[in-house]
């Protein structure tokens, strides 16, 4: 089973701030990881996934993240924020071994709110 | 229509009533899943159906039903819910093994 901690479920962050939202997981095999956005009054959108490969992963709307294996964590990290980034984020994780269709288990969101 | 849509966006309910929510995918997939988002709690998997076949049920209760008739189209059949019951329930659609698309969800609320 996997199981995964956003340990901030809110970051105020000012706008053209730099912004770290955390994710850290636990899984006995090994995993895929997501990030995925929700605005209000609409579904998950993907952000970036990790897959293999590099690390550091870029995704859309600025966003980037890195997996460190060691610590289990993919942080998401944005340079500079815009009051457009205001939403809920989610962090997700499948395991890789899966024939059966992606089975994510989500994090339990973090609210970022950017101020002018 | 492309993508993942939902209907209806918003449903209220009473207790003894029966409603359907309705799912399709304009994406070619060949996975559906039906998730609940609650306030307060992570995104819960409802139900996985894959090649029209359901492959996973996670323990949610019987008052909860449901139905995909082909890969395009899935629906959830709800009868005697409880208030809280009450959430955003989420529809997506992969490729096997793939990631997942969401649509907008519907907002349920069970009186």
């Known amino acids: 089973a996997q199981s995964v901690t956003q340990l901030d479920s809110q970051v105020p962050v000012f706008e053209e701030a730099p912004v770290e939202l955390r994710c850290n997981y636990s899984?006995?095999?090994?995993?895929?990881l997501f990030w995925y956005v929700q605005y209000p009054n609409q579904g998950l959108q993907l952000l970036l996934k990790?897959?293999?490969?590099?690390?550091l992963v870029k995704g859309i709307n600025g966003f980037e993240a890195e997996f460190n294996k060691s610590q289990t964590s993919f942080h998401l990290r944005k340079p500079s924020v815009h009051i457009s980034d205001t939403a809920e984020y989610f962090c997700?994780?499948?395991?890789?071994?899966?024939?059966?269709?992606?089975?994510?288990?989500f994090g339990g969101g973090t609210r970022l709110m950017v101020k002018p | 229509e492309t993508g993942v849509t939902q209907t209806p966006r918003h449903l209220v309910m009473g207790m003894t009533n029966k409603k359907s929510l309705k799912c399709e995918q304009h994406?070619?997939?060949?996975?559906m899943y039906w998730y609940k988002q609650s306030a307060k709690k992570p995104l819960e998997l409802m139900f996985v159906?894959?090649?029209?076949?359901?492959?996973e049920n996670n323990s949610v209760p019987s008052r909860f039903s449901p139905e995909c008739p082909n890969s395009s189209h899935l629906f959830l059949h709800l009868h005697t819910l409880q208030p809280e019951d009450s959430a955003l329930y989420l529809c997506?659609?992969?490729?096997?093994?793939?990631?997942?698309?969401f649509g907008p969800g519907t907002r349920l609320t069970v009186l």
């Open positions: 997506a659609s992969s490729y096997t093994g793939g990631e997942q698309f």
């Open positions: 899984s006995s095999v090994s995993v895929y």
């Open positions: 990790y897959l293999s490969g590099s690390t």
């Open positions: 997700a994780v499948s395991p890789q071994a899966n024939n059966a269709g992606n089975m994510l288990t």
């Open positions: 994406l070619g997939h060949n996975a």
């Open positions: 159906y894959s090649l029209e076949e359901r492959v």
